[in-house]
């Protein structure tokens, strides 16, 4: 009961990259899209994981009278720098250091990048509350909503990739972006609920 929800977590987020796959080559500039969409996670993902072993941390010190709320203003300090640095990338010329020339990707798909980077900016402060309330909810362990909150983030997932794809003309990495960034949110609102009810039961 209280490994097996972990576990899922891991099988339930290997079914969103096909997904994103599919978006990215249903939308406008497939083949610009699938090029630059390894280059732009990996950067998304050098900040994202900086917070993915504060859940650890969060499990260790959570017993500490008053630990919760420095955990908390913790996570959302580190969290709001990494999404910061994030956005000063895409919208400066970082952006052409990062992509055109560190990368080598050609200048198409550099000036493809400011929109998408942006619009994934925000997952790395996402990377650290969900940590932070995914080791909340461990520390009590209450491990079942956490294999719910993946599920939420990919059934969002699909649901934004083909609201994009239907009824907005832009480019396939753009769609995949925003629905890739609302559907950890979604995440994070469910464990948020979830972190509070489990904090005051």
């Known amino acids: 009961k209280f490994y097996t929800p972990l576990a899922l977590t891991n099988v339930i987020n290997f079914i969103g990259r096909p997904i994103l796959a599919f978006g990215l080559s249903r ?14 996670n990996s950067l ?21 009278t008053n630990a919760r709320p420095v955990l908390k203003r913790f996570a959302l300090l580190v969290g709001s720098i990494a999404t910061l640095i994030l956005a000063v990338i895409a919208i400066t010329p970082l952006n052409d250091i990062w992509y055109g020339v560190i990368s080598g990707l050609p200048a198409d798909l550099v000036n493809l990048a400011p929109w998408p980077t942006l619009l994934i900016a925000p997952a790395a ?10 080791g909340l909810l461990v520390h ?7 294999s719910v909150a993946v599920t939420i983030n990919v059934s969002v997932l699909i649901l934004v990739m083909l609201a994009g794809l239907k009824f907005f003309d832009a480019p396939g ?29």
């Not at 753009?174 to 039961?201: G, K, M, N, P, V």
């Open 173 to 201: 990495i753009i769609i995949a972006a925003a629905a890739y960034t609302l559907a950890i949110a979604a995440e994070s609102a469910f464990l948020s609920l979830q972190a509070r009810a489990a904090a005051a039961a």
């Open 27 to 40: 939308g406008n500039l497939p083949i610009e899209s699938l090029a630059l969409w390894p280059v732009l």
């Open 44 to 64: 998304a993902f050098l900040f994202r994981s900086i917070g993915f072993a504060y859940q650890e941390v969060v499990v260790a010190l959570a017993h500490h």
């Open 140 to 146: 009590v362990r209450k491990t079942r909503p956490v």
């Open 125 to 134: 402060l996402l990377a650290f509350t969900i940590a932070l309330q995914r």
